[in-house]
C-alpha cells in the first residue's frame, strides 16, 4: 500500500514560509515558469541539488520548432501524431506546434545562444521522425546545458526569485481537494512547511527506475509520488522510451549518443558489420524510437551480443567534430574516436511519456497544484515521445500555468494537520542495496520487452518490498527510494494491464497494436485505485 504521507508532522509546530508560487525542480520547466511567474509576483524556487544539476542539463540533440519557411505547424503536429501511436491529445499537440515559436523567441531573449551558420542563420538538424529540419541546437550537442545556463543565470538575478538549493519536497499538503503547500526538508535535515497559492511539479522524469538509464542520479520520479500520494491523477506511466544508442563500453557510464548522429547520417550495424535497420522499418536509422530500440535488441539477442555498433565515419571528421563536440570528446575519453570508430551502443532508459495528468493549461486533478515537463502527461507525447520535442512542451506549458496561475482566487486558510507515516515498520534496511535491487528488476521484467509472467513477479516483488520497506533516518535517499517504489509499482501495474503493445510498450505476448480495444488511457488514482478511460481521437 502506498500511504498518502511518508513523513510526520504536526504543521502547528512546524516552521512556516509563505509564497505565492512555489515551484519544485530546476530543469528548463522550473526554471522558465519561475522567471515567468515572477514578473508578477513572488516564487520560492526548490531544488534538490543546484540550479546546474538536472536532466535539462544533459539534453543533447536540441528543441524542436517550426522556424523554417519550408515548415509549417501541421507538418510538425503530422509527425508528432504519428510517433504518438495513436494516444496524443490532438489539442495538446496543436497548442505545442503554434506556441513552440513564439516560447523559442523567449528562450533567446532570456539569453541561450543557438548554434548559427556563417550567414548569422540558425542551425537546424533533423531526428527521427521529423519530416523536416527544424531543431535547434547549442554548441554542437550540449542544447540542455546552454538552455539551463542562460536561465540559471537570469533566475538569480530576479529580485521576485527565492532560490532554495539542495532542499528536497517530502510530501505536498492538500485540504477539500487543493494542494495548500509542499512540506521541504533543508539541508541539514529540518523541515518547514512553505504554504503556496499554486505549487508546480517540474521534477523531470524517471530514468532512476532502471539499472541501465542516460539520465542522472536525480531523476527519482519525486514528482509522480508526490502528486499521487497527493490524490492527482497519474496516467499512462507504462510508456517509457528506451534511447536506442547509449555508449557501452567496459568502465564508461551509459552516456546518450544523441538522435541527431543519426540524423546527420550515423548507420547502425550488428556485431558481424552488417546494417540491420532496413529489415524493421523504412526510415531505417531515423524510425521512431520505440522501433529503433526493439530492433537493436531483436539483433543483440539474434547474434548473442550486449550491443550493436553507431557509425558515422564515412562522414567529415569536420562535420562530427563542430556537431556533436562533447560526445566526441566524451568518446574519446574511453579510447573511442568517432571518426575513425564505430560506437558500441545499447538502449537505455530515457525518458516517460505518461505522468501527472495534467489539462492545457498544465493543472492537476489536484486543483492549485500543476505540473510541468517531464513529470506531467500533457497529451503532447502519447505513446512515445517525437524527438526534442520534450524542451518545447516545457515552455509552451509552463507559460500557460503561469496564465493560468493569475487567474486562480486567493488560498484558502491553512487548517491545523497533524499527520503520521503509515505502516512504518522500525527497522533499517540499507536503501542503496533496494534502489539497485529495484533497478535490476524493472531491467529484467518491464524494460523495452514485457510479457505477463514477468510482470506479475515484478509487482510482487515490488509490492512486497512496498510493505516491508522501512528507514531508521528520514534522509533524502530514503525519501528518493520511497518515490521510486511508488512510481515502479504504477508503471509495472499499468504495463501488466495494457494487453497490447504500442509506442514505447512493447509486450511479447501481446506483441500487436489493438485500437479496438486499448486505444485509451490507464488512469491511476490514490483513492480509486487503476482504471481504463476513453478519449477522443480527432485523428492518429
Known amino acids: 500500500m502506498i500511504p498518502r504521507y511518508i513523513t510526520d508532522f504536526d504543521l502547528q509546530t512546524l516552521p512556516r514560509w509563505k509564497t505565492e508560487v512555489a515551484v519544485i525542480g530546476a530543469g528548463i520547466a522550473g526554471l522558465y515558469t519561475a522567471l515567468q511567474a515572477s514578473e508578477h509576483t513572488d516564487v520560492v524556487l526548490i531544488s534538490k541539488r543546484g540550479l546546474d544539476d538536472s536532466n535539462t542539463r544533459w539534453a543533447q540533440g536540441g528543441i524542436a520548432a517550426v522556424t523554417a519557411k519550408s515548415d509549417s505547424p501541421a507538418l510538425h503536429r503530422q509527425d508528432t501524431l504519428i510517433a504518438g501511436a495513436g494516444l496524443c491529445s490532438y489539442e495538446a499537440v496543436e497548442v505545442l506546434v503554434h506556441e513552440g515559436p513564439e516560447r523559442l523567441k523567449e528562450l533567446i531573449a532570456y539569453g541561450t545562444e543557438f548554434d548559427k ?31 539551463v545556463r542562460a ?50 511539479l517540474a ?5 532512476q527506475l532502471y539499472r541501465y538509464t542516460t539520465n542522472p542520479e536525480i531523476a527519482t520520479a519525486d ?53 540491420f535497420m532496413e529489415k524493421y522499418h523504412p526510415q531505417k536509422e531515423l524510425a521512431p524510437r520505440d522501433i529503433v530500440a526493439r530492433a537493436i535488441v531483436s539483433e543483440m539477442e539474434r547474434t548473442n551480443a550486449a550491443y550493436v555498433y553507431l557509425d558515422i565515419t564515412h562522414e567529415s571528421e569536420e562535420l562530427i567534430k563542430h556537431r556533436f563536440p562533447t560526445i566526441y570528446q566524451f568518446c574519446l575519453k574511453y579510447g573511442l574516436d568517432m571518426v575513425t570508430d564505430w560506437i558500441p551502443v545499447a538502449p537505455a532508459c530515457h525518458y516517460i511519456m505518461g505522468g501527472v495528468q495534467t489539462d492545457l493549461n498544465g493543472e492537476t486533478s489536484t486543483k492549485r497544484l ?38 486562480l482566487p486567493p488560498a484558502p486558510e491553512v487548517r491545523p494537520v497533524e499527520a503520521r507515516a503509515e505502516n512504518r515498520v522500525h527497522r533499517f534496511v540499507n536503501t542503496r542495496e533496494q534502489r539497485v535491487k ?75 497494436k489493438d485500437d479496438l480495444i486499448w486505444r485509451k488511457h490507464i488512469i491511476q488514482t490514490i483513492d480509486q485505485g487503476v482504471h481504463e478511460e476513453c ?4 485523428v492518429e
Request: proline share 2%; glycine share 10%; charged share 30%.
Open 117 to 147: 551558420d556563417a550567414q548569422g542563420r540558425y542551425e537546424l538538424t533533423k531526428e527521427g521522425a521529423h519530416s523536416k529540419r527544424r531543431i535547434l541546437h547549442a554548441h554542437g550537442d550540449a542544447t540542455g546545458a546552454e538552455i
Open 151 to 200: 536561465l540559471s543565470a537570469r533566475v538569480r538575478e530576479q529580485k521576485n526569485i527565492t532560490v532554495l538549493e539542495n532542499h528536497f519536497a517530502i510530501d505536498l499538503l492538500t485540504q477539500d481537494g487543493e494542494c495548500v503547500g509542499v512540506i521541504v526538508m533543508k539541508p541539514d535535515g529540518e523541515r518547514f512547511f512553505l504554504e503556496a497559492k499554486a505549487t508546480v
Open 203 to 207: 521534477t523531470g522524469g524517471a530514468g
Open 223 to 275: 514528482g509522480i509520488a508526490l502528486a499521487y500520494r497527493a490524490g492527482a491523477r497519474i496516467k499512462d506511466v507504462e510508456f517509457i522510451q528506451f534511447h536506442p544508442t547509449a555508449l557501452y563500453y567496459p568502465g564508461a557510464p551509459r552516456f546518450l549518443i544523441s538522435e541527431a548522429v543519426r540524423g546527420e547520417g550515423a548507420i547502425l550495424r550488428n556485431t558481424s558489420g552488417e546494417r
Open 370 to 407: 500543476f505540473a510541468c515537463g517531464e513529470v506531467s502527461c500533457t497529451g503532447v507525447h502519447g505513446a512515445n515521445r517525437l524527438a526534442s520535442n520534450s524542451l518545447s512542451e516545457a515552455v509552451v506549458f509552463g507559460h500557460r500555468i503561469v496564465k493560468r496561475i493569475r487567474e
Open 535 to 538: 478519449d477522443q481521437y480527432d
Open 438 to 512: 529495484l533497478q535490476k528488476l524493472m531491467l529484467r521484467h518491464v524494460g523495452v520487452k514485457r510479457q505477463e509472467k514477468g510482470l506479475r513477479k515484478a509487482l510482487e516483488e515490488l509490492e512486497r518490498m512496498q510493505r516491508f520497506y522501512a528507514y531508521e533516518h528520514e534522509e533524502m535517499e530514503a525519501f528518493e527510494f520511497l518515490n521510486l517504489l511508488n512510481a515502479a509499482v504504477l508503471t509495472t501495474r499499468a504495463a501488466l494491464l495494457r494487453e497490447e503493445s504500442r509506442g514505447g510498450h512493447y509486450r511479447n505476448d501481446f506483441p500487436n
